[in-house]
Structures are given as C-alpha cells and as structure tokens.
C-alpha cells in the first residue's frame, strides 16, 4: 500500500499529467493527500477522470485546494462512478450549498463513502439540509462527518438532528462552531433518545445555554451508546448546566471523554461533578478547564490516579472538603482524568 501527500504545490499541467500517470499506472496508492494544494479547472479535470477509473484509492484529502463549486461539479460526476473510494476531504473548499448538493448526490448513488469532511466551507442550513435527507435514508453510508464552521443555523441543525432519529449508520458527527443555538437542542436530545449508533459529538462554540445542558441530562441518563461529548467553548453554559449533566452520570453507562473547556464554570462545577462520578466508574476524562487558565494548567490533570498529589490545596483552587472527595473517587475509578 503506498501513501501519496504533496502539500501546498500549485498543480500545473505537466505536473497534472505525470500525476494523473501515477495513479492510472499504480494501483498500490491507497491514500492521496493534497491538503493546500492549488489545483487549477484542468487539474481537477484529470483528477476526475482519473478518479472515475480508479478501484484501488480509498482515501482522497483535498482540505483547502480551492475547489469551489464548480470543482465539487467535477468530482461530484467521478464519485458517482467510483466505488472504492471511503474518506473525502474538501475542509476549506469554499463550497456552497450547491457544491454540497452535488456531492451528496453522488455519494446517495454509489452509497460507497463512509467519511465526508466538509469543514470550514458555506454550506448553510440548505447544504445541511440536503445531507439531513440523506442521511435520514436506510442506504446512507456515511459514519464520519464533519461540519464545523459552516454557518449552519437553527433550520439545518433541526433537520440534521431529526434525521439522526431515523439513521442507523453514522458515528462520529461533529458541528462545532455554528450558531445552533438552543432551538435546535429539542431535535437533538430526541434524536440521543433513539439513535443506537452515534458514538462522538462535538457542538463546541455553538451558542448553547445551560439550557441545552437540562434537556440533555434525561437521554444520557438512558442512552448507552454515546462516548464523547464535547461541549466546549459554550460560554453560557454554566455550574447549573454541570450540575444537571452531573445527575445523569450518575447512572450513565457508556460516556468516556464528558468536555466543558472555555464554558462559563467556577471551581463550584467540580464539586458538583465528583459525587456522581463516584456512581460511575466508565467515564475516563472530564475537561471543565475555564477560560482563564493559564496555558500552562490548560495542559495539566488535576489528578489522575488516586497515588498523585491528591491534596492538590497548594494550587488554591480545590479546597480540602474537595480533595477528600476527590481521593475517594479516584479509588473507585483509578483511570480517571479531570482537567480542571
């Protein structure tokens, strides 16, 4: 298996054609990386006819090569007669809802991608639509996606969350940094109720109050599927979000990595954390990092095993109450993480 990468190079023809040799010529490349490449309307038309013939290249990064929506055309019309292709990359793109149209198409009519990173483009809440439609089918193959920074608002995170209620397939699905908002929680937390695949979500910096927090506290009481949770960068979200969440875990199952870094917090959310972290021995790191942290404590654990500094009082942050609590809770989980 060969990996080819080539980064920031500016495609011009008789690159274009040599390249287009290698991957006609070699059927052992498995993955091609062109993240910051620039690649001109005939680059990415021998890309694609290439593309279109190849049966052995599973994995395609294109992350910032400027392909714009008549580019996302072009490949659109490979991938509808590709099907060994699993991971795309098309972060920075500056695809629209129309390039995303297309791509979403093609993907329904081969049914063959699993992993689709569209981050860092304009799809909006029409491009999130047209995905929610497909990902609402039965033949959708997608498992991986990623949509951060699309300015996808309420609508299209209302439609994307109601569609994961009826999906069986996708895992890992990221929106962080769109400005959802609470309206659109209502869908979500429905969805974390009869969704059995969805393993990691991301709604980082997504304008969410504490309370999306008090909606989420009854599907994590009962989901069991659910492994990561990030939640950071939600300035409003504050202790009363924690301490509702914090109920949850207490019977919670199936969380790994619960994260609240750059949320609103005082030193008051551990307090409220560590009684039901004692209920739960599944859960391996918490984040409730606040913003003011120097960039030095940012990197540190509070503890990590029951064997560390268990005090922790010298940093002024914990108090004594706390730090016995802390050591109790370490010795019921050992592999417990908390950034604090």
């Known amino acids: 298996m060969l990996s080819v990468k080539l980064c920031a190079r500016l495609f011009c023809e008789p690159v274009a054609r040599r390249f287009e040799r290698l991957l006609e010529q070699f059927s052992c490349v498995r993955q091609l990386a062109l993240p910051n490449s620039r690649l001109d309307p005939p680059t990415v038309v021998r890309l694609s006819r290439v593309l279109a013939l190849n049966t052995s290249l599973y994995s395609l990064d294109l992350a910032d090569a400027r392909l714009a929506d008549d580019g996302a055309m072009l490949l659109a019309h490979a991938l509808q007669r590709n099907s060994s292709l699993r991971t795309l990359g098309l972060a920075g793109n500056e695809l629209t809802s129309r390039g995303c149209r297309l791509i979403v198409r093609a993907i329904g009519k081969t049914r063959a991608l ?30 991986r996606l990623l949509l951060c920074g699309n300015g996808i608002g309420v609508n299209g995170a ?11 397939r996708l895992a890992h699905l990221e929106v962080s940094q769109n400005e959802i908002g609470d309206e659109s929680s209502r869908e979500l937390i429905t969805a974390l109720i009869y969704n059995r695949t969805l393993r990691h979500l991301a709604v980082s910096g997504c304008n969410l109050t504490t309370t999306t927090c008090c909606m989420l506290a009854r599907p994590l009481q009962t989901n069991s599927i659910l492994r990561v949770l990030m939640l950071d960068y939600n300035d409003q979200i504050d202790d009363a979000g924690v301490e509702v969440l914090a109920d949850s875990l207490r ?20 307090t409220h954390l560590l009684p039901a972290l004692y209920h739960n021995n599944t859960i391996r790191l918490v984040d409730i990092r606040s913003s003011d942290c120097s960039s030095e404590d940012q990197q540190r654990p509070l503890l990590s095993s029951p064997a560390a500094d268990a005090d922790r009082g010298s940093h002024g ?3 004594s109450s706390s730090a016995i609590e802390l050591r109790r809770v370490l010795r ?6 908390i950034l604090y």
């Open 317 to 319: 942050d914990v108090t």
């Open 114 to 143: 699993s992993e689709l990173d569209l981050t860092d483009n304009h799809i909006a809440d029409v491009g999130c639509q047209s995905l929610s439609e497909l990902i609402a089918t039965s033949y959708c193959p997608l498992r």
């Open 251 to 270: 019977y919670n199952r199936s969380l790994r990595h619960l994260s609240f870094h750059h949320c609103g917090l005082t030193p008051l959310a551990l």
């Open 332 to 337: 019921a989980n050992p592999l417990l993480r």
């Open 158 to 168: 209302s439609a994307l969350f109601s569609a994961l209620r009826r999906n069986s």
